[in-house]
């Protein structure tokens, strides 16, 4: 009973033909669902049961796009299992969440779930998954794709050259300066200021 409410309940944010086995997985591990509108600081988490007889749980954006928040959702489950078996023994994202994540999502890459774009990203992706999807910036540009139908004039940090000026959503500018990892060393124009910027970060490209 309890799957058939999952299945119905998380159809709507999930690609075509995920729903069935995340459902599956949900009532397994019996798991509270929590889908949040949107949160800027996180995609999803798991949250541990209070108590001896409390429930865990996970949440998720109701936001993301269905790749995303498939993507999103076997990650937390992944949480839920390892958590199921060794309790807090084990690292949140050491081996044993690996690989758990790795095997969880491999069902939907080998069921052809993902469209042939996001295929070699994510095979990518889960050689050494990382604690966030959004911190490979390979996949999280392949992901963001998908998010809406303008989503192809979407201009990241990562897009412009070392001295070009660019405006952040909150109407600050900044010269575009090296890259660090995945971020780069911005100075902001106002005050010359240095800050480090995701190469994610969206932003308006000025004159």
């Known amino acids: 009973m309890n799957e058939k409410i999952f299945r119905e309940g998380l159809q709507p944010y999930l690609p075509d033909n995920s729903a069935d086995i995340i459902a599956r997985w949900i009532d397994q591990l019996e798991l509270k669902?929590?889908?949040?509108?949107h949160r800027k600081t996180k995609?999803?988490?798991?949250?541990?049961?209070?108590?001896?007889?409390?429930?865990?749980?996970?949440?998720v954006n109701k936001s993301l796009n269905p790749y995303s928040f498939l993507i999103t959702?076997?990650?937390?489950i992944a949480h839920a299992a390892v958590y199921r078996t060794y309790g807090r023994s084990v690292k949140p994202h050491g081996d044993e969440w690996k690989k758990e994540y790795q095997s969880?999502?491999?069902?939907?890459?080998?069921?052809?779930?993902?469209?042939?774009d996001l295929e070699g990203e994510i095979a990518h992706?889960?050689?050494?998954?990382?604690?966030?999807?959004?911190?490979?910036?390979?996949l999280?540009?392949?992901?963001?794709?998908?998010?809406?139908?303008?989503?192809?004039?979407?201009?990241?940090v990562d897009d412009l050259s070392e001295g070009?000026?660019?405006?952040?959503?909150?109407?600050?500018?900044?010269i575009k300066g090296r890259k660090q990892r995945t971020r780069h060393q911005c100075v902001e124009e106002s005050t010359?200021?240095?800050?480090?910027?995701?190469?994610?970060?969206?932003?308006?490209?000025?004159?």
């Not at 669902?33 to 509108?37: A, H, P």
């Not at 010359?192 to 004159?207: C, N, T, W, Y």
């Open 125 to 138: 992706h889960l050689i050494n998954p990382k604690a966030s999807s959004s911190a490979e910036v390979g």
């Open 104 to 116: 969880r999502l491999l069902v939907f890459l080998n069921n052809r779930i993902f469209p042939e």
């Open 164 to 174: 070009d000026r660019f405006m952040l959503s909150d109407g600050r500018i900044f």
């Open 140 to 156: 999280a540009k392949a992901l963001r794709k998908y998010d809406n139908e303008t989503s192809g004039s979407i201009i990241y």
């Open 192 to 207: 010359q200021r240095k800050f480090l910027i995701s190469g994610l970060a969206e932003v308006k490209r000025l004159d």
């Open 33 to 37: 669902v929590v889908l949040w509108k």
């Open 73 to 76: 959702i076997v990650h937390e």
């Open 43 to 59: 995609l999803g988490d798991f949250r541990a049961p209070r108590g001896k007889v409390g429930y865990a749980s996970i949440s």
